[in-house]
């Protein structure tokens, strides 16, 4: 019996140490293209709808993922929406479903269904607050939401009871904003000094790429780096970002150019006889364009001029030709002297 009882004690040991041992199932590295609203995530299951002001996110029901953020974690297990307020300069995270944790500075917030918390943003693009508690949901944030595309249908769910001393806006009024798929992809709104107005005679976009700075684009579109800066209400022109969208003046169509006609070279060099009789005289006849200089039996000529020459034996006369690349020719006519 005490035999017994020992082996059944090592059997209980030994599958202790070999469930603890067993290695646990690991996600897998996130990839650059898995990301949701500006945040980083791991698991294939999880779904992300893009909206004109934001993102849904859902997960199986049975599933919590974490989305890891700049400065910020959010933890879901159901279905939440991320709204991008550029304005404001604010993230708002609302839960719809099951229960969202969100993580931020230091600080834990945990939504129910109806509720909300909102990040707000310094200019410089870093979180500067969180909200100190979930509060009611604002119904008018996700009154352009499609959720048809969701996985499974998530109902509305009512706002939250307000905590203690919740004072709602004077006004909770919402003016949709589009924001670009890049500014969902940084997730980090679009500084905006408050007040200022985009020119709007600036009716053409230029993507901030590698290596650019608002000095190198301001060359580039003809206008200057503070005049490109106030057009785009750029609160801090040195903190543009790769993927960031700005407007600029349309550049005037360039005139083409048109090549001017080139006409070649040409030498017109004859006699107007070249068989004499002792005696005889004859004209020597030359036409010569678009060359540099001339020479005639090796003196300065003109291009088009005509040489009487009365030879009293045969004898060969000699036009030099220089042209305006430095190369040159000699051109030759014989004048044949018969007895």
């Given at each position: 019996m005490l035999?017994?009882l020992?082996?059944?004690?090592?059997?209980f040991?030994i599958?202790i140490?070999l469930?603890?041992?067993t290695?646990?199932?690991?996600?897998?590295t996130?990839?650059?293209d898995?990301?949701?609203g500006g945040y980083?995530?791991?698991?294939?299951?999880?779904l992300c709808?893009?909206?004109?002001?934001g993102m849904?996110?859902?997960t199986?029901?049975?599933?919590?993922?974490?989305?890891?953020?700049?400065e910020?974690?959010?933890?879901?297990?159901?279905?939440?929406?991320?709204?991008?307020d550029?304005?404001?300069?604010?993230?708002?995270?609302?839960?719809?479903?099951?229960?969202?944790?969100?993580?931020?500075?230091?600080?834990?917030?945990i939504?129910?269904p109806?509720?909300q918390?909102?990040?707000?943003?310094?200019q410089?693009?870093?979180?500067?607050?969180?909200?100190?508690?979930?509060?009611?949901i604002?119904?008018l944030?996700?009154?352009d939401?499609?959720?048809?595309?969701l996985?499974?249908?998530?109902?509305?769910?009512?706002?939250?009871?307000?905590?203690p001393?919740?004072?709602?806006?004077?006004?909770?009024?919402f003016?949709?904003?589009?924001?670009?798929?890049?500014q969902?992809?940084?997730g980090?709104?679009?500084p905006?000094?408050?007040g200022?107005?985009v020119r709007?005679?600036?009716?053409?976009n230029?993507?901030?790429?590698?290596?650019?700075?608002i000095?190198?684009?301001?060359?580039?579109?003809?206008?200057s780096?503070?005049?490109l800066a106030e057009?785009?209400c750029?609160?801090?022109?040195d903190?543009?970002?790769?993927?960031?969208?700005?407007?600029?003046?349309?550049?005037p169509?360039?005139?083409p150019?048109?090549?001017?006609?080139?006409?070649?070279?040409?030498?017109?060099?004859r006699a107007?006889?070249?068989?004499?009789k002792?005696?005889?005289?004859?004209?020597?006849?030359w036409?010569?364009?678009?060359?540099?200089a001339?020479?005639?039996?090796e003196?300065?000529t003109?291009?088009?001029?005509?040489?009487?020459v009365?030879?009293?034996?045969t004898t060969?006369?000699?036009?030099r030709?220089?042209?305006?690349?430095?190369?040159?020719?000699?051109?030759?006519?014989?004048?044949?002297i018969?007895?």
């Amino acid at each position: 019996m005490l035999k017994e009882l020992r082996q059944a004690i090592l059997f209980f040991i030994i599958s202790i140490v070999l469930v603890a041992c067993t290695p646990s199932a690991t996600t897998p590295t996130p990839t650059p293209d898995m990301t949701c609203g500006g945040y980083a995530f791991s698991d294939a299951m999880l779904l992300c709808v893009v909206q004109p002001n934001g993102m849904l996110i859902q997960t199986p029901l049975e599933t919590q993922i974490a989305l890891s953020g700049a400065e910020n974690t959010l933890t879901i297990k159901g279905t939440a929406y991320v709204h991008q307020d550029n304005e404001a300069l604010a993230q708002v995270i609302i839960a719809l479903e099951g229960a969202v944790i969100v993580s931020a500075r230091g600080n834990t917030r945990i939504l129910s269904p109806g509720s909300q918390v909102t990040l707000s943003f310094s200019q410089d693009g870093r979180i500067s607050n969180v909200s100190a508690l979930p509060v009611p949901i604002n119904l008018l944030l996700l009154a352009d939401v499609s959720f048809a595309e969701l996985t499974r249908a998530v109902p509305l769910p009512a706002p939250i009871a307000p905590p203690p001393g919740f004072t709602p806006p004077p006004t909770m009024t919402f003016t949709p904003t589009p924001i670009s798929l890049t500014q969902l992809a940084t997730g980090i709104p679009t500084p905006r000094p408050a007040g200022c107005v985009v020119r709007a005679d600036w009716t053409d976009n230029y993507t901030v790429s590698t290596g650019d700075n608002i000095s190198r684009i301001a060359v580039r579109f003809g206008v200057s780096p503070s005049e490109l800066a106030e057009g785009n209400c750029l609160s801090n022109p040195d903190k543009i970002r790769i993927g960031q969208n700005l407007r600029v003046p349309v550049l005037p169509t360039a005139t083409p150019t048109i090549a001017p006609t080139f006409t070649p070279s040409a030498v017109a060099f004859r006699a107007d006889s070249d068989t004499l009789k002792t005696g005889d005289c004859t004209v020597i006849r030359w036409d010569v364009l678009n060359v540099s200089a001339v020479f005639f039996e090796e003196e300065t000529t003109t291009g088009s001029n005509i040489q009487q020459v009365c030879p009293a034996a045969t004898t060969t006369y000699t036009l030099r030709v220089i042209y305006p690349d430095g190369s040159q020719t000699t051109h030759q006519v014989t004048i044949t002297i018969e007895n």
